[in-house]
Protein backbone atom coordinates (compact mmCIF):
# COMPACT_ATOMS: atom_id res chain seq x y z
CA UNK A 1 0.00 0.00 0.00
CA UNK A 2 1.27 3.50 -0.88
CA UNK A 3 0.23 6.76 1.10
CA UNK A 4 0.92 8.10 4.52
CA UNK A 5 -0.56 7.61 7.90
CA UNK A 6 -3.34 8.61 9.31
CA UNK A 7 -6.12 7.55 12.22
CA UNK A 8 -9.04 6.07 11.73
CA UNK A 9 -12.24 8.13 12.03
CA UNK A 10 -13.66 5.46 14.22
CA UNK A 11 -11.25 3.95 16.69
CA UNK A 12 -8.34 6.36 15.98
CA UNK A 13 -6.09 3.52 15.12
CA UNK A 14 -3.56 4.26 12.86
CA UNK A 15 -3.82 3.06 8.85
CA UNK A 16 -2.86 3.91 5.53
CA UNK A 17 -4.28 6.47 4.07
CA UNK A 18 -5.52 4.71 1.07
CA UNK A 19 -7.40 2.09 3.11
CA UNK A 20 -10.64 2.00 2.38
CA UNK A 21 -11.69 0.68 5.89
CA UNK A 22 -9.87 0.67 9.33
CA UNK A 23 -8.13 -2.64 9.78
CA UNK A 24 -8.67 -2.35 13.24
CA UNK A 25 -12.43 -1.59 13.61
CA UNK A 26 -13.92 -2.04 9.79
CA UNK A 27 -15.23 1.60 9.99
CA UNK A 28 -15.48 2.79 6.21
CA UNK A 29 -12.78 5.53 5.50
CA UNK A 30 -13.24 8.25 3.75
CA UNK A 31 -9.87 10.81 3.84
CA UNK A 32 -10.96 12.93 1.00
CA UNK A 33 -9.80 16.60 -0.43
CA UNK A 34 -6.25 16.63 0.81
CA UNK A 35 -6.98 16.48 4.61
CA UNK A 36 -4.08 16.13 7.02
CA UNK A 37 -5.61 12.92 8.44
CA UNK A 38 -4.02 13.71 12.09
CA UNK A 39 -5.99 14.48 15.33
CA UNK A 40 -5.82 18.02 16.63
CA UNK A 41 -4.10 19.12 19.21
CA UNK A 42 -4.64 21.52 21.37
CA UNK A 43 -1.61 23.33 19.91
CA UNK A 44 -2.25 22.65 16.52
CA UNK A 45 -5.88 23.77 16.65
CA UNK A 46 -5.05 27.63 18.43
CA UNK A 47 -1.83 27.60 15.61
CA UNK A 48 -5.04 26.81 12.98
CA UNK A 49 -7.40 29.20 14.21
CA UNK A 50 -5.01 32.22 14.14
CA UNK A 51 -3.22 31.40 11.03
CA UNK A 52 -7.12 31.29 9.47
CA UNK A 53 -8.21 33.99 11.75
CA UNK A 54 -10.27 35.73 9.32
CA UNK A 55 -10.86 32.52 6.88
CA UNK A 56 -14.54 32.28 6.58
CA UNK A 57 -14.83 29.57 4.06
CA UNK A 58 -13.82 25.83 4.19
CA UNK A 59 -14.62 23.59 7.16
CA UNK A 60 -13.18 23.06 10.75
CA UNK A 61 -13.78 19.77 12.91
CA UNK A 62 -15.30 19.40 16.22
CA UNK A 63 -11.54 19.19 18.04
CA UNK A 64 -10.33 22.73 16.36
CA UNK A 65 -13.75 24.51 17.55
CA UNK A 66 -13.42 23.16 21.06
CA UNK A 67 -9.51 23.26 22.20
CA UNK A 68 -9.29 26.82 20.64
CA UNK A 69 -12.94 27.35 22.68
CA UNK A 70 -11.29 25.64 25.57
CA UNK A 71 -7.88 28.01 25.09
CA UNK A 72 -10.21 31.10 25.00
CA UNK A 73 -12.04 29.98 28.05
CA UNK A 74 -8.91 29.50 30.37
CA UNK A 75 -7.04 32.75 29.08
CA UNK A 76 -10.35 34.90 29.99
CA UNK A 77 -10.92 32.86 33.52
CA UNK A 78 -6.97 33.87 34.15
CA UNK A 79 -7.76 37.27 33.50
CA UNK A 80 -11.15 37.64 35.19
CA UNK A 81 -9.23 36.45 38.31
CA UNK A 82 -6.29 38.39 37.63
CA UNK A 83 -8.27 41.98 37.24
CA UNK A 84 -9.31 41.28 40.27
CA UNK A 85 -5.60 42.14 41.63
CA UNK A 86 -4.90 44.60 38.97
CA UNK A 87 -6.33 47.14 36.88
CA UNK A 88 -3.49 46.25 34.08
CA UNK A 89 -5.40 42.99 33.80
CA UNK A 90 -8.34 44.41 32.76
CA UNK A 91 -7.08 45.96 30.07
CA UNK A 92 -5.53 42.68 29.17
CA UNK A 93 -9.01 41.36 29.13
CA UNK A 94 -10.46 43.82 27.23
CA UNK A 95 -7.52 43.41 24.49
CA UNK A 96 -7.82 40.19 24.49
CA UNK A 97 -11.71 40.03 24.11
CA UNK A 98 -11.21 42.65 20.88
CA UNK A 99 -8.56 40.29 19.19
CA UNK A 100 -10.09 37.02 19.83
CA UNK A 101 -13.38 37.82 18.47
CA UNK A 102 -12.27 37.83 14.60
CA UNK A 103 -10.54 34.37 15.16
CA UNK A 104 -13.57 32.89 17.11
CA UNK A 105 -16.13 34.39 14.73
CA UNK A 106 -14.36 32.38 11.83
CA UNK A 107 -13.79 28.87 13.84
CA UNK A 108 -17.32 29.37 15.21
CA UNK A 109 -18.86 30.19 11.09
CA UNK A 110 -16.22 26.95 9.71
CA UNK A 111 -17.81 24.56 12.12
CA UNK A 112 -21.01 25.58 11.04
CA UNK A 113 -19.79 24.85 7.73
CA UNK A 114 -18.59 21.21 8.84
CA UNK A 115 -22.68 20.43 9.35
CA UNK A 116 -23.69 21.69 6.27
CA UNK A 117 -25.48 24.73 7.53
CA UNK A 118 -24.46 28.34 6.41
CA UNK A 119 -22.50 31.02 8.55
CA UNK A 120 -25.73 33.32 9.34
CA UNK A 121 -26.93 30.51 11.29
CA UNK A 122 -24.66 32.05 13.59
CA UNK A 123 -27.42 34.46 15.06
CA UNK A 124 -29.82 31.78 16.07
CA UNK A 125 -28.07 32.59 19.40
CA UNK A 126 -30.60 35.73 19.53
CA UNK A 127 -33.34 33.21 20.52
CA UNK A 128 -33.13 33.23 24.45
CA UNK A 129 -32.14 29.49 25.90
CA UNK A 130 -33.68 27.66 22.70
CA UNK A 131 -31.26 29.56 19.62
CA UNK A 132 -28.12 28.24 22.20
CA UNK A 133 -29.24 24.91 22.52
CA UNK A 134 -29.81 23.94 19.18
CA UNK A 135 -25.92 25.72 18.34
CA UNK A 136 -24.89 24.11 21.16
CA UNK A 137 -25.90 20.64 19.30
CA UNK A 138 -24.55 21.10 15.99
CA UNK A 139 -21.12 22.49 17.41
CA UNK A 140 -21.43 19.09 19.06
CA UNK A 141 -21.87 16.41 16.55
CA UNK A 142 -19.89 15.30 13.98
CA UNK A 143 -19.07 16.99 10.46
CA UNK A 144 -20.92 15.27 7.38
CA UNK A 145 -19.39 12.80 5.44
CA UNK A 146 -17.27 13.52 2.71
CA UNK A 147 -17.35 16.74 0.90
CA UNK A 148 -20.44 19.43 1.50
CA UNK A 149 -20.97 22.58 -0.27
CA UNK A 150 -18.35 24.78 1.73
CA UNK A 151 -15.76 21.98 0.78
CA UNK A 152 -14.39 18.66 1.24
CA UNK A 153 -13.66 16.59 4.23
CA UNK A 154 -10.79 17.67 6.43
CA UNK A 155 -9.86 14.11 7.34
CA UNK A 156 -9.10 14.64 10.86
CA UNK A 157 -10.23 12.73 13.81
CA UNK A 158 -13.13 14.52 14.41
Known amino acids: MSGEMVFCRACGGQLNSSAPACPHCGAPQRFSGGGDGIPRS ?9 AKYATFAGR ?3 AEFWWFALFV ?7 SIASAQSQVAVYLYGLFSLVIFLPY ?7 LHDRDRSGWWYWLFLIPIVGAVILLVWLCSRGTYGPNRFGAENGAVD
Open 105 to 111: LSVFVRR
Open 42 to 50: FGTSIGLCF
Open 73 to 79: TLVQVGL
Open 60 to 62: APR
